[in-house]
């Protein structure tokens, strides 16, 4: 039987350590190659309660409450009209696993001509530095609508939408800042990514979304987003010069991640004290579906080459879902992670000015969808057990969260 590691890098990117040809899993982390989530025995909660179809939630600390910032589709559409109707809700907690509690909308699809009238969507919220303060930055996708709005209605899933000319093709990466997690929330009136330019031969010229920001202790950013163009739908990457820009794409721009892969979220393992392991970019992401793939998981030492472990060392997680209460399900869909950090202690000499993509995951929130509704989509959307909705399940990192 061949061995299963050769250096540490072969346990998915120094998720473990590699003893004799065999991979040791840091906490955390599980398999023959380190390259599974090991979740608690806690097991998996419903993060909130709603009547609406809701797509996974961003979590963060704020002394001792959690807050989660999460995306909700209005009207009674379910999310594949996330361009069109979905907005971006703020909930409260005192435990990462919830329940949580809603406290209001914080970003709603604005009117038009601004490019993000359509829908809102996909937020991912982190503590960033600025010019001596802190702030609240809420990444996000927007989307115009394309409409006409002298109706004075917004559009809804009633409506026919081109998939290739309509609110998919205007999708764009967002950014909205707060001094509070309670909002207000200052929006640009540009968007922070755009598509490429085809003409210069940039493979993601039609469509961008589903921002990935890794904040670096030197104050840049790097940002892993979906791209689209023509039948070409994979990850690429971009450079910003802070948390709030300007990006630009890597040249020559290209995907760093393939077409099966979407919905990134990321963090920053930081170097070891004896030198042994190299800082080390990981993402967890969407990878497929059902009872044996669901979450796929990638890693790079420089953000540009990225290792996709998934083929190597299995899925991450599946789309079983083990409840807190007993039992077992398998979705029909588990998407869009996004986890709650728990933060790494600054590297030496870097003070407060430490990014803030730092730390290990502590729990992983997705979007599941128990089984496909008679009018998957809606209006009507059939009745709430095959909506999709919001769940958290803890990490196995040897302390409880």
């Known amino acids: 039987m061949p061995a299963a590691c050769s250096t540490a890098a072969d346990c998915a990117g120094f998720n473990g350590d590699c003893v004799s040809g065999g991979c040791e899993c840091h906490p955390?982390?599980?398999?023959?190659?380190?390259?599974?989530?090991?979740?608690?025995?806690?097991?998996?909660?419903?993060?909130?309660?709603?009547?609406?179809?809701?797509?996974?939630?961003?979590?963060?600390?704020?002394?001792?409450?959690?807050?989660?910032?999460?995306?909700?589709?209005?009207?009674d559409c379910g999310v594949l009209h996330y361009c069109s109707?979905?907005?971006?809700?703020?909930?409260?907690?005192?435990?990462?696993?919830?329940?949580?509690?809603?406290?209001?909308?914080?970003?709603a699809p604005?009117?038009?001509?601004?490019?993000?009238?359509?829908?809102?969507?996909g937020p991912t919220i982190h503590r960033v530095r600025s010019g001596g303060a802190w702030l609240w930055a809420l990444y996000y996708m927007g989307s115009a609508n394309t409409w006409d709005p002298r109706d004075g209605t917004h559009p809804n899933c009633t409506r026919r939408v081109d998939p290739r000319t309509g609110d998919r093709a205007t999708r764009r990466v967002g950014l909205a800042t707060s001094a509070s997690l309670w909002g207000p929330w200052a929006r640009r009136d540009s968007p922070l990514l755009g598509p490429g330019d085809r003409a210069a031969g940039d493979w993601d010229y039609?469509?961008?979304?589903?921002?990935?920001?890794?904040?670096?202790?030197?104050?840049?950013?790097?940002?892993?987003?979906?791209?689209?163009?023509?039948?070409?739908?994979?990850?690429g990457v971009a450079r910003c010069a802070r948390f709030d820009g300007p990006c630009s794409r890597l040249r020559p721009a290209s995907p760093v991640l393939s077409s099966r892969v979407e919905d990134t979220w990321g963090w920053v393992a930081p170097a070891s004290e004896d030198g042994t392991r190299p800082e080390v970019l990981h993402v967890l992401s969407h990878a497929g579906n059902g009872?044996?793939?669901?979450?796929?998981?990638?890693?790079?030492?420089?953000?540009?080459?990225?290792?996709?472990?998934?083929?190597?060392?299995?899925?991450?997680?599946t789309g079983a879902v083990r409840w807190a209460g007993g039992g077992t399900q398998v979705m029909l869909r588990r998407e869009r992670p996004q986890g709650l950090l728990r933060a790494a202690a600054?590297?030496?000499?870097?003070?407060?000015?430490?990014?803030?993509?730092?730390?290990?995951?502590?729990?992983?929130?997705?979007?599941?969808?128990?089984?496909?509704?008679?009018?998957?989509?809606?209006?009507?959307?059939?009745?709430?057990?095959?909506?999709?909705?919001?769940?958290?399940?803890?990490v196995a990192l040897g302390s409880p969260v």
């Open 28 to 75: 955390g982390w599980a398999g023959e190659r380190c390259g599974q989530v090991s979740w608690s025995a806690a097991g998996a909660r419903r993060a909130f309660r709603s009547r609406s179809w809701t797509w996974g939630g961003s979590p963060i600390r704020d002394g001792s409450t959690v807050h989660m910032f999460a995306s909700e589709m209005t009207g």
């Open 85 to 107: 109707n979905s907005r971006v809700v703020h909930l409260t907690a005192a435990h990462p696993l919830g329940p949580y509690e809603r406290a209001g909308v914080a970003l």
């Open 110 to 121: 604005r009117s038009p001509p601004h490019w993000d009238s359509g829908g809102v969507h």
């Open 206 to 235: 039609e469509d961008v979304s589903n921002a990935t920001p890794l904040l670096l202790r030197n104050g840049t950013v790097l940002m892993l987003y979906k791209g689209r163009g023509g039948d070409l739908q994979a990850v």
């Open 291 to 317: 009872a044996t793939e669901a979450g796929g998981h990638a890693w790079s030492l420089d953000g540009v080459r990225w290792n996709d472990t998934t083929r190597s060392a299995g899925a991450a997680y």
């Open 346 to 394: 600054p590297a030496r000499g870097a003070g407060e000015e430490a990014g803030g993509s730092y730390g290990v995951p502590e729990a992983v929130c997705t979007a599941v969808q128990p089984r496909r509704c008679p009018a998957d989509g809606g209006p009507p959307s059939g009745t709430e057990d095959c909506r999709s909705f919001t769940i958290c399940e803890a």
